[in-house]
């Protein structure tokens, strides 16, 4: 294998090739995500070239690429931010604990799960070892805007009515830096370009780390009040 290259004038995204030609569409470790994701029309084919996905460094320590899922049709896309510990061992998007408490939220609103197409902003787990312990880490802006092409190809191939931007960092790849969810959160917004209507809430596991029982039921209360208002777009 030749030594890794980083691609010039594009230093931030620190795209890494290990190969020597672009041309070659099956060798997914010479293309970015823009390239692989562009060859492909259907979800079942994105999915599968997500999988060889290599845009940059997460996929090294990810146990698999986790592409979103839900019907092609779904009138509502929820975004997050990556897949945790559990989705990444699964290979399918929000079926750890964060996951569980947004399946019960949506059941309270009248949103069945398995009409939404549930994806992340980031497609591999970031974590860092502690002890034994895999631990959530944040991805950063290179590595978000590395993975972007997929949840484009994503929004393009489901052309959802209503797009739920769970929590800061998927808020704020898709609306801009600014853009803030403690204020913004649960309004229908109409002009984003990325779909008919968008509305951002918080992340489901930002109520789980509540510091105490009243707290929790409160954040729960007020991501239920935001889902509705998803509902209601319906
Ligand atoms: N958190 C996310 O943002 N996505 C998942 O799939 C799971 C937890």
Known sequence: MLPAEEIPGDRKAKRVFRGTSWGNRNDVSNAS???LAAAQRSLAALRSAAAGCRACQLWEH????VFGEGP????????????GDKEDLAGHPFVGPAGRLLDEVLEEVGIERDDVYLTNAVKHFKWTARGKRRIHDKPNAAELAACRPWLDAE???VRPQVVVVLGATAAQALL???????????KQLDATGIAPSVVATVHPSSILRAPDETARAEARQAF??????VARLL
């Open 72 to 83: 092609r049709d779904a009138a509502v896309m929820m975004i997050g931010e990556q897949p």
């Open 224 to 229: 239920a009040a935001d889902l509705a208002v």
């Open 155 to 157: 929004l393009a191939a």
């Open 176 to 186: 801009g830096r600014s853009f803030r969810v403690t204020s913004q959160r649960g």
């Open 62 to 65: 990810a146990t698999q690429t």
């Open 33 to 35: 995500a823009a390239e």
